[in-house]
């Protein structure tokens, strides 16, 4: 019991550090604002966009035979 109490005890600790580092963070949110507004994000979306149609390509690629398979074999 004692080293349940000493646990508790500990964890109420760690609960208050944790919620004060919390709170000081909150405090310096108007530089992320400033960080997010420099980055420039418009060719990124482009980017991102024909690899995931590359991606799914390779997929397909790699899987069509056996759906093909799969949708004859229905028919």
Do not use: C, W, Y
Not at 67 to 74: F, G, H, L, P, Q
């Amino acid at each position: 019991m004692k080293k349940f109490n000493a646990l508790r005890a500990r964890s109420v600790q760690a609960a208050m550090a944790v919620a004060a580092m919390v709170a000081a963070s909150g405090a310096h949110a108007a530089g992320i604002d400033d960080l997010f507004a420099e980055v420039d994000l418009s060719g990124i979306a482009t980017k991102v966009t024909a690899l995931a149609v590359v991606i799914v390509g390779i997929a397909l690629v790699m899987k069509g035979p056996a759906i093909v398979k799969r949708i004859i074999a229905k028919i």
